[in-house]
């Protein structure tokens, strides 16, 4: 490269740039994925716990209701 009749090498520091972009881009696609797969475990895990509480509730009432 020429700049104003002086050679200017190419700054070494700019080599690794590209690598770095890459894998910065990989790294956010594997973030985003492991969150998604864990919002989705979240999600199954909560309505199971839920279902079994509304359960739990339902036979409370039962009960309630046969003791009176």
């Known amino acids: 490269m020429r700049m104003v009749g002086i050679w200017v090498e ?3 520091m700019l080599d690794p740039v590209p ?3 890459l894998l910065s881009i990989l790294f956010l696609i ?7 797969v ?3 475990y979240r999600l199954s895990t909560d309505n199971k716990s ?3 509480q509304q ?9 309630r209701r046969k003791a009176h």
């Open 10 to 12: 190419k700054g070494w």
């Open 30 to 36: 594997a973030l985003h994925l492991f969150a998604l």
């Open 50 to 52: 839920n279902q079994n």
């Open 55 to 63: 359960q739990h509730q339902q036979q409370q009432q039962q009960q």
């Open 38 to 40: 864990y919002w989705i």
């Open 19 to 21: 690598f770095l972009v």
